[in-house]
Structures are given as structure tokens and as C-alpha cells.
């Protein structure tokens, strides 16, 4: 049986401190995550293209929407950033996080938000708010509320990572910084804290999506961050096993 703790201590003994050992270790796992986190936001994004984009940057034969592309595109753009700001340990600060979100929504704002103002790599200008319960920080206090959030960040004990990951993520879904991206945004970043701080990242299957915007309406209704505790640490295993057990096969022969 593979827990939580068990996929820790695997991705402990890696030991990984590079960017390249990085890269190696979330072999196949980046296209997993890129697919599974774009899918969340727009059903028209396919693992197929996402594989051949992370892997020949382009598709053949493509007919869908240039929207979705560009999407799947940024997100290995994306993925690439990630791996460099690990390898040069850059902190978690406002501009990593804007630099982040421009990499992931560049060439996919729509006309109306363009002739809001709004701009990829900025936040928001205007009251843009999400789910059932139109959540989001009114802009004038976007940049307040962020740098408290970044702040809290800083000095996380190692065993109380993944639970300061929850943590950012619900809180950065919740403040809504951006026009566009929240969501593919703070994914990627709750990864990078995690990475951090030598704890395995997560991709949250599209599947599972009920339960994964149950878990942020939980925090949104009445700030429990629990129920997304316990769903990440599921993610995590769902992430992971596979690995795990084969490394278990492995060392018994």
C-alpha cells in the first residue's frame, strides 16, 4: 500500500538539487501535469498535443482553436522557467509569481480583456471573480493582499510544506490576482513551493476536479483548509504510486 509518507520518502531519496536532476526526475510527469492543469480550465486541450508539443514544440495535423495552443505552448514554457527558478533557488516573491502567470497566459487574453487594460504578467485592473460564489479581491487590493500572502510563505519548516502549499493555493485562488490564469498559475506555483522545500509535486487530475473545487469552496465558505489538505495528499499518491511501487519491486528483486 502506497501513502502519502511513502511518496515523500521516494522523492526524498532523490536527493535533487539541480535543475537538470530536476528535469530528470519529472520525466514524463511534466507533460502529465501541463495536460491534466490546462484541461481543468479548457476542454478542448488533448494529452496528444500536449506530448508533442513538450516534446517536438509543435503539432502536425492540428485543427482545434490557436487559443489552445498558445495555452499548451506557455505551459512548456512554463514548465522550462520552473525548472531554472529551482536551480537557481530563486524565493518566492511578487515578481516570480507575475513572470509566471505572463509565461502561461502570453498571446491568450481575449479582446475584451485587452481593451480592459489588462495585460498578461499584471494584476488585474478590474473586478474579475470566479466560481459559484464570485470570489476575488477587489483590485485595489490585490497587490496588499499578495504580499501578505508572499510573506507568510517565507521560514516554512520543510514538514510543513505541503500544508503551506494548501495553504497558498487556496489563498491565491481565493484573492483571484490575475484577468486570467488563476488557476493554471497557482497550480504551478503550489508545485513550486513544494519543490522548495523537497516534497514531490502534484498533478491534480481533471477527473477529479469536483472534489478539487470542493476542497478551494471549502476554504472560500468557511477558511477550512483541511478538506485540501487531505485531497492534495490523495493527488500526491494518485501522482506517485505507480513510481513508488515500482522502486519497491526494484529493491525486492
Known sequence: MVDYEKVVSYWKEKRITTDAELAEALNGHSIAFAYNSGKLENENVTYNDTREIFEHDGVSSYTGDLRTLFEISNAREANEFLLTAFGEKIPLDEELIKEIQRILTQKTYDARRWRLGERPGEYKRHDFVTGKNEIGAPPEDVHEEMAELVSEMVSIPDDKALTAAAYFHAKFENIHPFADGNGRAGRLLMNYILLLHDRPPIIIHEEDRREYYGALEAWDEGQELAPLVNFLK????????????????????
Open 234 to 253: 490523495e493527488q500526491t499518491v494518485k501522482t506517485w504510486e505507480k513510481q513508488v511501487l515500482r522502486r519497491e519491486r526494484k529493491d525486492n528483486g
